[in-house]
């Protein structure tokens, strides 16, 4: 933009000057080395162009992509052991927290820590369902072992006693990206349900320790 209006200014002046002056508008060009000018400018421009091209093309290179997912884009499955893997249609919310305590270390005669060690990781966390006509886990759990003829599945037990699983959160939106969390190694340590007249649901509720965890991580569909 700049540089057309200095060019319609130069171009003004010049054709002014000729007029007045009664001489042909090549030779006010000429005397007045207008035409460099305008080479310059337009060589200048040019240049300034390819630059901020260049600029815009690596920082577009350089830029990665990011991509965030709702809650209705979680599907939500688990796995037992030597089991078919089963989808939970049911949950509602799964949280996850990793602690680890860490301890400050001192040397004799100094009140500033020399540095810290770090205790066991502990990870836990918790599931909320929402309830139908069935609990939810064993039914999975039976579910999963249907294949097998196992006399286990035709007694009756608590989500305490349900043998270790892997929880696998996978997202995936309209726009064919995805991420994947995974909890492993998850053994249920609580439960509780609420049946209110308050409550237009009944909701489920279980807490869990696991032994380790794969963090989210995106495209992990990207090549399927």
Same mark, same amino acid.
Request: with cysteine.
């Given at each position: &933009?700049?540089?057309?209006?200095?060019?319609?200014?130069? &171009?003004?002046?010049?054709?002014?000057?000729? /007029? +007045?002056? +009664?001489?042909?508008?090549?030779?006010?060009? /000429?005397?007045?080395?207008?035409?460099?000018?305008?080479?310059? %400018?337009?060589?200048?421009?040019?240049? +300034? *162009?390819?630059?901020?091209?260049?600029?815009?093309?690596?920082?577009?290179?350089?830029?990665?992509?990011?991509?965030?997912?709702?809650?209705?884009?979680?599907?939500?499955?688990?796995? #037992?052991? #030597?089991?078919?893997?089963? @989808?939970?249609?049911?949950?509602?919310?799964?949280?996850y927290s990793i602690y680890r305590p860490m301890v400050p270390v001192y040397n004799l005669g100094s009140a500033?820590?020399?540095? #810290?060690? !770090?205790?066991? !990781?502990?990870? %836990?966390? *918790?599931?909320? #369902? =929402?309830?139908?006509? !069935?609990?939810?886990?064993?039914?999975?759990?039976? /579910? @999963?072992?249907?294949?097998?003829?196992?006399k286990c599945l035709n007694k009756s037990m608590l989500t305490d006693e349900l043998p270790p699983f892997d929880i696998q959160i996978t997202f995936l939106n309209e726009y064919g990206q995805s991420a994947l969390l995974?909890?492993?190694?998850?053994?249920?340590? *609580?439960?509780?349900?609420?049946? *209110?007249?308050?409550?237009?649901?009944?909701?489920?509720?279980?807490?869990?320790?696991?032994?380790?965890? =794969?963090? &989210?991580?995106?495209?992990?569909?990207? +090549? /399927?």
């Amino acid at each position: &933009m700049e540089i057309t209006e200095s060019l319609e200014k130069l &171009m003004k002046s010049v054709y002014e000057g000729a /007029k +007045n002056n +009664n001489v042909s508008l090549y030779q006010t060009f /000429k005397d007045s080395k207008a035409l460099e000018k305008i080479w310059s %400018a337009i060589s200048q421009n040019t240049l +300034n *162009s390819k630059k901020e091209h260049a600029l815009f093309q690596a920082s577009t290179v350089s830029k990665e992509i990011y991509t965030s997912f709702s809650g209705t884009d979680a599907k939500v499955s688990l796995a #037992f052991k #030597f089991g078919q893997p089963v @989808a939970i249609g049911e949950a509602q919310t799964v949280t996850y927290s990793i602690y680890r305590p860490m301890v400050p270390v001192y040397n004799l005669g100094s009140a500033k820590p020399a540095g #810290f060690v !770090r205790g066991p !990781r502990t990870i %836990a966390g *918790s599931i909320i #369902f =929402t309830v139908f006509d !069935r609990n939810v886990l064993i039914a999975a759990m039976h /579910k @999963a072992y249907s294949q097998y003829d196992v006399k286990c599945l035709n007694k009756s037990m608590l989500t305490d006693e349900l043998p270790p699983f892997d929880i696998q959160i996978t997202f995936l939106n309209e726009y064919g990206q995805s991420a994947l969390l995974a909890i492993h190694d998850v053994h249920i340590t *609580s439960e509780g349900q609420v049946s *209110s007249i308050e409550d237009m649901i009944t909701e489920n509720t279980v807490q869990y320790i696991a032994s380790d965890i =794969t963090v &989210m991580q995106p495209d992990v569909y990207e +090549n /399927k």
